[in-house]
């Protein structure tokens, strides 16, 4: 890829990559809670300061929140749950429609 499509692209790329990561602690903490940063970083494999990041966005976010023995996920974000599937959808159909419109620019 070009310079100027790799810059493009780059930024999407790293906030896929940060939403994933983020998703990767939330799967665990919906089959298991609470659970501490020496065991996310374990059953994600991911090191313990992207963990440690993850967790202070997720608690920014009211997506977790802090106890004594680990993170737990908020009554907020449980609750949440469709308006959150509501956002994704329409993000996805947005990128869809990025797809769409780069393919016809760029295979013309």
């Not at 665990?28 to 659970?35: A, D, F, G, W, Y």
């Not at 920014?60 to 680990?70: A, F, H, L, M, W």
Request: no cysteine; charged share 30%.
């Amino acid at each position: 890829m070009t310079e100027s499509g790799e810059s493009l692209l780059k930024e999407l790329e790293n906030a896929m990559e940060t939403l994933k990561r983020h998703i990767s602690i939330i799967k665990i903490l919906t089959n298991e809670q609470p659970v501490g940063i020496i065991k996310l970083s374990r059953e994600t494999g991911l090191p313990e300061h992207k963990v440690r990041y993850s967790l202070r966005v997720l608690e920014r976010d009211s997506v977790i929140e802090p106890s004594t023995n680990g993170a737990i996920l908020s009554p907020d974000f449980i609750e949440s749950r469709t308006a959150i599937l509501d956002r994704v959808r329409k993000l996805s159909e947005e990128f869809t429609e990025v797809y769409e419109d780069l393919e016809k620019l760029l295979s013309g």
